[in-house]
């Protein structure tokens, strides 16, 4: 890097540097405002009705406070990517998912490489934070930002990447709060944002040998969970054909010290549900067709065909359900390929009646899907008596409430607790049943 480095480590020691976060979503926003205690900082989005909501302190995903804005003080939000021409550092955080044939989709990542090119400096860094496959960042990434900005890599530019960890709407591993990966194309590039992320982050920053190791090192720790959700689940099936409760089962084999305790349910989300097929897709390119982790993602999409026809075996000739929940997952409003939510759709089709609350939904609205919607209730609606309540996710407000919940439920009626978290102290009139 030559004096390029000594500059931009003096700017970042000095808070002097200059620093640009691509896409404000879950990861970008909490990014940019704590980045924005100590540096300028430029938050770039396409939505410019999302950037008028966010200069209002107005977080859609309920994960940043007001308080976390008005800290942020040198945070300022745009949706030009014109404003990247000062940056010193640029760090892209956006959603890589899959398509509808379960292969990565790279558009939106392509795209943003592209828009900011135009504007990339001279000495500057682009760090990316996306979950990818490992050598994406060289092989994607970096031959689009010298193709749009006629700079030379390593000469004029460099590259570094640092996956994201961010767990929504987790109040407890929060970026600061976790151990953060960074690398880059040299040495120089990953002390310099070592000593970046360190402004900010409390604990340890692990530098990783290369950005394919910390692509790796990313894209292992989700297909890891997944693979284990899906012995779960397998050993949940196993267990109601041999008749016993499948979180007993567990509850007494962690009384071991080094067993990993791990639930059934649905995976979801854009992180878990996806990441895997990212491994996947790479392998098959360089000639391994991987067996674990497709047999896990097959097992867990296959969850949901299971629990459709589980529920419906034990209530054939019900017609009034309550569905409880349709988020991905606990404590937050992100639908994003929410395997609940494609649950309740297969009882939609069959022309029965369904109400759906999600406290963490806004309510009677409709959300739309891949090739369904999705209408929620009002608590105040929810007034009739129900053959079954099906608790989805056990959100901490529904959990609170559940007494009122369970009185809906018929005499001979059921409780489907998939992730048995209801704990039912006093004899009741309704049947149970839990994955």
Same mark, same amino acid.
């Given at each position: 890097m030559?004096?390029c ?24 926003l909490?990014?940019a ?40 003080r040198k ?33 939106i990542?392509k795209?943003?490489?592209k ?17 990818? &496959?490992p #050598? =994406?960042?060289?092989e994607? @990434? ?5 193709k749009y900005?006629?700079? +030379?890599? /390593? $000469? ?38 070592k ?29 890891q ?18 008749n ?7 509850d007494?084999?962690?009384t ?6 791990f &639930?059934? #349910? =649905?995976?979801?989300?854009? @992180? ?9 897709? +790479?392998? /098959? $390119?360089?000639?391994?067709s ?30 009034n ?11 937050c ?29 806004v ?6 899907f ?12 929810i ?10 996710v ?6 609170n409430?559940i ?13 489907f607790?998939?992730?048995s ?11 149970t049943?839990?994955?």
């Amino acid at each position: 890097m030559g004096d390029c480095y000594q500059i931009i480590k003096k700017k970042i020691l000095n808070s002097k540097i200059n620093l640009a976060v691509v896409g404000l979503g879950y990861v970008g926003l909490p990014l940019a405002l704590l980045f924005g205690k100590k540096f300028k900082t430029i938050g770039i989005d396409t939505s410019l009705s999302k950037i008028k909501r966010l200069r209002r302190f107005i977080d859609d995903a309920e994960q940043c406070s007001k308080k976390e804005f008005q800290i942020a003080r040198k945070t300022k939000f745009t949706n030009s990517y014109k404003s990247l021409y000062k940056a010193d550092i640029i760090i892209v955080c956006l959603p890589t998912p899959i398509d509808q044939k379960k292969i990565p989709d790279l558009k939106i990542l392509k795209n943003a490489s592209k828009q900011l090119a135009k504007y990339l400096k001279k000495d500057s860094i682009v760090v990316y934070e996306s979950t990818v &496959y490992p #050598g =994406l960042t060289d092989e994607v @990434c970096r031959p689009i930002l010298e193709k749009y900005s006629k700079l +030379k890599w /390593k $000469k004029d530019f460099f590259i570094g990447y640092s996956p994201e960890r961010v767990n929504p709407n987790d109040k407890v591993h929060t970026i600061e709060n976790i151990s953060k990966i960074v690398s880059g194309d040299t040495n120089q590039v990953a002390t310099l944002l070592k000593i970046l992320y360190s402004k900010i982050i409390k604990k340890k920053i692990f530098v990783a040998t290369s950005i394919k190791v910390a692509e790796a090192a990313k894209v292992i720790e989700n297909t890891q969970r997944d693979i284990n959700i899906a012995l779960m689940n397998e050993l949940s099936i196993i267990c109601h054909k041999l008749n016993i409760n499948t979180k007993e089962v567990i509850d007494a084999a962690s009384t071991k010290w080094n067993f990993l305790k791990f &639930y059934p #349910g =649905l995976v979801g989300g854009h @992180c878990i549900g996806v990441d895997p097929y990212y491994l996947t897709f +790479k392998s /098959k $390119k360089i000639g391994y067709s991987p067996k674990i982790i497709s047999s896990g993602r097959k097992l867990n999409d296959h969850m949901v065909d299971y629990l459709y026809k589980k529920i419906m075996s034990l209530s054939k000739d019900f017609r009034n359900f309550l569905f409880l929940g349709a988020t991905f997952k606990e404590n937050c409003n992100d639908v994003r390929n929410s395997q609940n939510a494609k649950l309740i759709h297969r009882f939609i089709k069959k022309n029965i009646n369904i109400s759906v609350y999600d406290p963490y939904l806004v309510k009677k609205r409709i959300y739309k899907f891949d090739n369904f919607t999705l209408k929620t209730r009002d608590i105040s609606e929810i007034n009739d008596k129900y053959d079954a309540v099906i608790l989805l996710v056990p959100h901490k407000k529904i959990l609170n409430k559940i007494d009122f919940f369970l009185k809906k439920i018929k005499p001979n009626g059921y409780l489907f607790d998939i992730k048995s978290r209801v704990k039912l102290n006093k004899k009741h009139l309704f049947n149970t049943w839990a994955l």
